[in-house]
């Protein structure tokens, strides 16, 4: 409260001293210097009241960061990240991440849960198969039979890169 009325009398102050400055023809240096050393006075005072943690004065004009905005940005941040990690199971992840090793999947065995695991991969655009029913039962490399897309590449990419922060 004591900051914000500090603030207060010096953004009063101030606005004297500009009526001052603009109204005198030619106004004296100290009167220059003292309007702003209270512009200053009044920028640093209510940033501090703000929490700005960054002010800067720029081409683009003047650039202000709030500690509390940018928690809250960092924190949806970290939940949308949290969101995307979630997107697939752990099962599913692991054969999207089988199926974008240069080598390939390797050697399988279709089970039920390896079924629907692909079936939900190629439903949201992971991996491409002609048809499901052509995968035998048993195999050397799933590879042949399933590629994943460049969206199931970038995918596994950003929830690495993710799972590293």
Do not use: C
């Amino acid at each position: 409260m004591l900051r914000w009325f500090v603030v207060v009398w010096l953004a009063v102050i101030g606005v004297v001293l500009l009526y001052k400055v603009v109204s005198t023809d030619s106004p004296s240096g100290w009167l220059l210097t003292t309007l702003f050393l209270i512009a200053g006075l009044v920028l640093l005072t209510g940033a501090q009241s703000f929490g700005i943690t960054d002010l800067s004065l720029g081409r683009q004009g003047l650039r202000a960061e709030i500690q509390q905005v940018k928690d809250r940005v960092d924190h949806a941040n970290n939940k949308i990240n949290d969101l995307f990690l979630l997107t697939i199971s752990p099962w599913a992840y692991l054969h999207l991440r089988k199926l974008a090793r240069p080598e390939g999947y390797g050697a399988y065995e279709m089970s039920p849960g390896l079924s629907r695991e692909l079936h939900h991969l190629r439903n949201i655009g992971y991996i491409e198969i002609s048809s499901m029913e052509e995968i035998p039962q048993r195999g050397e490399n799933l590879s042949e039979f399933v590629t994943i897309t460049d969206e199931g590449r970038q995918f596994v990419k950003l929830r690495q890169e993710l799972e590293t922060i």
